[in-house]
């Protein structure tokens, strides 16, 4: 199971280094050593994220080359910017996955101290979309979404103080567990501020996963969901959401008779557009490019947040859930990476990405089912949008960076 | 790693399966489950029905000349959909629009505009400001029009801004459309005629109210309308709604989640509706207008000067009714009248409520069928029918005519309490003695068993002669004309009489107990008879009944123009038809409709001859009543006056007099070919009011000026019957009158009336009309013949 992905039939498992003309390892022979960092990486999640990548672009191009024609403009715009975002996102996950180990464990504080600077300068120069103030805008068409980054940094951060433990410890001290609070507290306080309750969650439950996993007591588990809990119960009953926040988040429970308020009908409007749309696609879909639903505009924000109806109109159950066990098999191949990982650093690490994914994952289609509130949460390489994309990948070659530093053999 | 961890992580991934099975098990259940319904849902969402209407047929008289026609106008549409997502609601564009656009003459406010674009189920409506939207938020809701043939110089500049402009009038949209139009007629003496306007009946939009009934009952007639159809609300447009109305055709169009119309999915084209040619002759007709006319204004007030009789110098109404002999109506003729095209812009609950509300003078009621009145006179043919055909009397039977007879303690007078000697019922229907006919009455009430029937109206043995009489001439229920809502008049035997007391003697009873009306007056004692004894036959009430009097006999006009026409025609009853014909826009005749025999008198050949000759002498012989109207008349006309009298109760409570004038005839006397009744209610003697105006329609028809006979003047060419053929529809739009056959190239027409794609305007109702106003408006002229769906000009 560790190495079929190894291109198979190149080299017998065990057979001897074989020596180059000069009487050193060849370049080819090294490559395929099993030491090799390119026997090490997870060939199936690379590739489930490439065909993901693939699909998304494929998605995005057919959901806004309408709209672009529409207005005269470019209808491949999109579908180069996102190629462009993938090209970028690959450069970084490579350079996550090869960084040395010890080498991101002091970059941490950098990174984390970085983005907690962008998230301040978006409070401060950040644009409004969606009503999230969330973008700062780059020369250049470029707006980079900080609390993107802040996800990354927030991993790699816990996962260090996390898998800090003096000798004999089997797990994190309260301190520790404050301490990753704290942490986290700075950055979650101001992605509250913009106010962004997708991200918001992400973190929280992200954090809750490390934590878990990192072996605290289940009383400081019980404790944190209960905390969670209550908090995300006063944040619902308190005045601390804007009201159109509330409304897009309670929305979901309430039938078409009970929305009293403009955004609340509009949200419900938005879920049944996006809910017509996916059933429509059937069993096999309309066929890429067309989704009558998708092609006339009833979807809104079409290539982020709700990209999964087009998926699910012009692809229908077959391609939609693919799409879904695409995404599952990263989630999958993450929890490995995570069992099998050598240090406790790459067990937390690892398992903070999976929660993060996993949660945006279920949130965002779940909002397209309408089974879960609607968020601006984008859907990992699906969605349309750089940061997003680049924190992605970023996390995707810190799981393979995780699985470099396993031995191969189990 | 440690334990807990280890646990956890398996947790961890037992949350990870859940979470991907969840989304994959509500996938299923929305993609493939409840697929179908969510495909359904995405095709209505993308796509719109827009209706593209048929237009609707004409009326024409027997020679081809339109009673109701359509003109093209330019109709001013606003899109809601695209006015509501202006900022200000779009407001500012009304306010620019509202100088620039009228609605039935009058200017309209951006006020007048929003409500007209207001949908209806979201507003309450509350007089004045009671207009709204009823029909489909998608269809552009029609606000103003400009007459296409429109000379005026500051509507083409207003219709010129509008159209040049389109930007500035986003959803605005210009279309041209076929609108009902009543060609005036005019020779003086009616100035400015529509002619027939309760006959005809109007159009307006339907309402909710018709669908929602339609639907409850399942009539595919009005309940898979659209809600800004326009239908007929009454008289002939309402009868044959459906043949006029045609199919409307529509288009289902692909929109985007804007509104923006995508493209065309399919299209179904409209089919215009049938051309209604009918029986009736616009020129009698208006010779009918015309008499009704004169009999209130010139007949009455003179016959108030020279006349004892009656209390009426200025009638208000009048109702007359011209038939052949085989049942075809030649002219139904109201008076007061008036202009259908006031319904034309939609008129408003509140100034139609005033409208029908008139009361007497209300000119919207057709008199000639819905009329109910004591016939009179009249009425004596049919009694005369009953002691012929009963043997009570025989052609040779002299009986007395004394100045009056009585009946209990009941008095009734012959008319002015004139007497004769003894006279056969040929001499008395001539005199028209009354005290002729009452002993028979009385007598057969004796017979028939006096008062001996129960409360519930058995009487075994009665034979009731004259009520039978009356139902066998077709009296006591509809006529079956093919109008809608034509009364029923009133015959009552005793199990009637038993019956009406039954479901009103509450009220009666209440009325002679209670203070409604003063104690001791007249009405509280007639509601203490009524409550006790309305149940009883009287013998008066019979008594009065063979001379067309009392409270046992109503008729309409019309119900007694088909006795008459069965006395003429030597016993057959026909159901009087106005339709002649429906031809198809293209000319070819679709359906024609003969006059349905619905029964056979009960009376002998003979004896309707009999009578008949008796009803000559009433305007010949020298004791008959009409001879000073009829004895020198070039056309031998028989015919029989009445005078109804009957009474009206003022403020105060007292009893008022008045007569209802009748006369009802047919002419030629040996051959008759034409059948006229006129009633004039609340004037005087049928003699003075009636028979004169009878007079003038046989003028019309005949051709008779001042008393000479000139055929060529008559109604239809000097010929002395109507039109067998049907007007030709040409090709070019013309109409010929039907004096030949059609020859087979005139019928061929294209599809006419034309309808000026309206489509081109709709294809974008929201995104600039500025290209679609000018396909419209550069439209080619049609041909002046046929402009708009055509006021097609009579051609000969």
Known sequence: MTDWTAGEGMAPRHSPIRLGRAGRPSLASRALHRDSPLRRIDYVLAVAVLVLCVLGTTLVYYATKNKELAIGADPRYFLKRNVLNIGIGLGLAVISAFIDYRALRAYAPIVYIVSVIGLMAVLVIGVTINGAHSWIRLPGGFEQQPS??????????????????????????????????????????????????????????????????????????????????????????????????????????????????????????????????????????????????????????????????????????????????????????????????????????????????????????????????????????ISYGGSSMMANMMAIGLLQNVNLRTRTTP | MNDSSLRRLFVLRALVIGLVLTLLGRLWFLQVVSGNSYASAATSNTTRVVIDPATRGWILDDEGVPLVDNVSAYVVSIDRTVIQKQKDDGRAELALLAPLVSSGGKKLTAQDLADKIRLCDYVKIKPPRDVCWKGSPYQPVPVAEFASASTDQQQATALAVITAHAVDFPGVSVQLKAVRDYPATDDGVLPNTKLAAQALGYTGPITQDTIDKAKQKGDPLYADLPGDATIGQDGLEYYYDRMLRGQNGNRTVQVNAQGDVQGTVSTTAP?????????????????????????????????????????????????????????????????????????????????????????????????????????????????????????????????????????????????????????????????????????????????????????????????????????????????????????????????ERAAIWQANKKDYCAGAKSGKHPAGSYLQKLDQENCTDGWRYGAGDLTQFTIGQGSNILVTPLQLARAYVALANGGTLYQPTLAKAFVRPDGTVDKTIQPTVTGKVPVSGDNLAYIRQALYGVTHDDHGTAKGVFGDYPIRVAGKTGTAETQTFNDAGQEVDH?????????????????????????????????????????????????????????????????????????????????????????????????????????????GTGTALGSVLDEPALPPDRRGTGSGRWAS
Not at chain 2, 407 to 432: H, W
Not at chain 2, 469 to 485: C, E, Q
Request: hydrophobic residues 40%; neutral net charge.
């Open chain 1, 148 to 381: 993107e980054y802040a996800k990354v940094a927030l991993v790699i951060g816990s996962a260090m103080i996390l898998s800090e433990r003096r000798d004999g410890e089997r797990a994190p001290r309260s301190s520790d567990v404050l301490l990753v609070l704290g942490f986290a507290a700075i950055p979650l306080g101001l992605i509250m501020l913009q106010p962004d309750f997708g991200t918001t969650m992400v973190f929280v439950f992200t954090i809750l996963g490390m934590l878990a996993v990192s072996g605290v007591s289940s009383k400081w588990v019980a404790g944190l969901v209960a905390a969670g809990v209550l908090a995300g119960t006063l944040i619902l009953t308190t005045g601390v959401l804007a009201p159109y926040q509330k409304a897009r988040l309670t929305s979901f429970t309430q039938g078409d008779t009970k929305a009293t308020t403009q955004v609340a009908r509009t949200t419900l409007y938005n879920v049944n557009q996006a809910k017509t749309a996916i059933g429509n696609g059937g069993l096999t879909g309309q066929g890429l490019g067309h989704g009558t639903q998708t092609n006339s505009g009833f979807v809104p924000e079409q290539q982020t947040d709700f990209i999964f109806t087009t998926a699910g109109e012009e692809l229908g159950f077959v391609g939609s859930a693919l799409l879904v066990l695409l995404l599952g098999t990263i989630l999958w191949r993450g929890l490995r990476i995570a069992q099998r990982a050598e240090d406790m650093f790459g067990v937390v690490l690892a398992a903070g990405i999976v929660t993060w994914f996993a949660f945006q994952m279920f949130v965002n289609i779940g909002m397209t089912l309408g089974i879960m509130p609607v968020t601006g949460l984008p859907l990992p390489f």
């Open chain 2, 271 to 495: 089919r215009n509706g049938d051309h209604l040619v009918l029986n009736l002759d616009g020129k009698v007709q208006r010779a009918a207008e015309e008499a009704l006319l004169k009999a209130r204004t010139v007949y009455a007030p003179q016959a108030f000067q020279t006349a004892t009789k009656g209390t009426d110098p200025n009638p208000q109404t009048g109702a007359a009714v011209v038939m052949t002999i085989d049942g075809r109506v030649l002219a139904l003729a109201n008076a007061p009248s008036y202009d259908p095209s006031v319904f034309l812009d939609g008129i408003s609950q509140h100034d139609f409520d005033q409208f029908r509300a008139a009361g007497d003078s209300s000119p919207l009621l057709d008199r000639a069928a819905t009329g109910e009145y004591a016939p009179g006179s009249t009425w004596k043919v049919v009694t005369g029918s009953a002691l012929l055909s009963n043997g009570l009397v025989t052609q040779g039977t002299y009986k007395p005519c004394p100045p009056q007879f009585t009946v209990g303690n009941q008095i009734f007078k012959n008319f002015e309490s004139e007497s004769s000697p003894d006279v056969t019922l040929s001499g008395a229907l001539i005199e028209s003695c009354d005290t002729f006919f009452y002993p028979f009455g009385y007598d057969q009430w004796l017979a028939d068993g006096q008062y001996g029937q129960s409360k519930t109206g058995k009487s075994p043995g009665a034979k009731e002669v004259f009520p039978k009489m009356a139902r066998s001439f077709g009296f006591g229920k509809g006529t079956g004309i093919d109008l809608p809502g034509e009364s029923p008049g009133l015959i009552v035997d005793r199990a």
């Open chain 2, 659 to 767: 007569s209802t004038s009748w006369f009802a005839s047919f002419a030629p006397a040996d051959d008759p070919k034409y059948v006229v009744v006129v009633a004039v209610p609340k004037s005087n003697q049928g003699a003075l009011v009636a028979a004169p105006a009878v007079r003038d329609i046989y003028n019309a028809i005949f051709g008779v000026k001042d008393g000479h006979l000139v055929p060529h003047t008559g109604a239809f060419n000097g010929s002395d019957s109507r039109p067998k053929l049907l007007p030709c529809f040409r090709s070019d739009g013309r109409i010929q009158k039907p004096e030949r056959g059609c020859s087979k190239a005139d019928t061929i027409a294209p599809q006419a009336p034309l309808q000026p794609a309206p489509s081109a305007v709709l294809e974008s109702p929201s995104a």
